[in-house]
């Protein structure tokens, strides 16, 4: 029940990034630990997404990520099995935090973007829950 609380609270929020504006362009950069709440074991993107596509429909057992449009913007709908919200990711100096069991869906990508996801461990497969009712089922028992 601790960390379904955990989950409830700390759902899904964005991280404002540090920004060097420059003439020549702008910089931001990530640390792990320290702009970001773990440690950085697997960065991943997304390109060439089609503008109809739809990406995600899975949870995390113990998976946390930060989703960021890099470029252009997508829809990105969050759930944590009794409450939803959705964010439209646009600023690359913005990440959405997604914390353990939380379900997300990708959408509405525009021509061209390209969306970058932060990872706080290798991947697994076991670690998905793919099937929504077993996310509900997971939620009401309080699992992870
Ligand atoms: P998936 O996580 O389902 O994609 P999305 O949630 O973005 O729609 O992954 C799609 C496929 O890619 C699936 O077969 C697993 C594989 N994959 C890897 O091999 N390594 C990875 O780091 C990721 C994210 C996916």
Same mark, same amino acid.
Request: aromatic share 12%.
């Given at each position: 029940?601790?960390?379904?609380?955990?989950?409830?609270?700390?759902?899904?929020?964005?991280?404002? +990034?540090?920004?060097? #504006?420059?003439?020549?362009? /702008? +910089? #931001?950069?990530?640390? *792990?630990?320290?702009?970001?709440?773990?440690?950085?074991?697997? @960065? $991943?993107?997304? $390109?060439? @997404?089609?503008?109809?596509?739809?990406?995600?429909?899975?949870?995390?057992?113990?998976?946390?990520?930060? @989703?960021?449009? +890099?470029?252009?913007?997508?829809?990105?709908?969050?759930?944590?099995?009794?409450?939803? *919200?959705?964010?439209?990711?646009?600023?690359?100096?913005?990440?959405? $935090?997604?914390?353990?069991?939380?379900?997300?869906?990708?959408?509405?990508?525009?021509?061209?973007?390209?969306?970058?996801? &932060?990872?706080?461990?290798?991947? /697994?497969?076991?670690?998905?829950?793919?099937?929504?009712?077993?996310?509900? &089922?997971? @939620?009401?028992?309080?699992?992870?």
């Amino acid at each position: 029940m601790a960390d379904r609380k955990k989950n409830i609270n700390g759902f899904a929020h964005l991280i404002d +990034l540090p920004v060097i #504006t420059d003439p020549r362009g /702008d +910089l #931001t950069f990530i640390e *792990s630990n320290e702009h970001i709440p773990f440690a950085i074991k697997r @960065v $991943y993107y997304l $390109y060439n @997404v089609p503008v109809d596509a739809e990406r995600g429909g899975h949870a995390h057992r113990e998976l946390e990520q930060i @989703v960021f449009a +890099l470029s252009g913007s997508f829809r990105l709908k969050v759930d944590n099995g009794i409450n939803k *919200s959705e964010y439209w990711l646009r600023d690359p100096r913005k990440g959405l $935090y997604i914390n353990r069991m939380i379900s997300r869906e990708m959408d509405s990508f525009s021509q061209g973007a390209v969306c970058m996801v &932060l990872a706080s461990e290798h991947y /697994d497969e076991d670690d998905y829950v793919r099937e929504y009712d077993d996310f509900i &089922l997971s @939620v009401n028992k309080g699992e992870k």
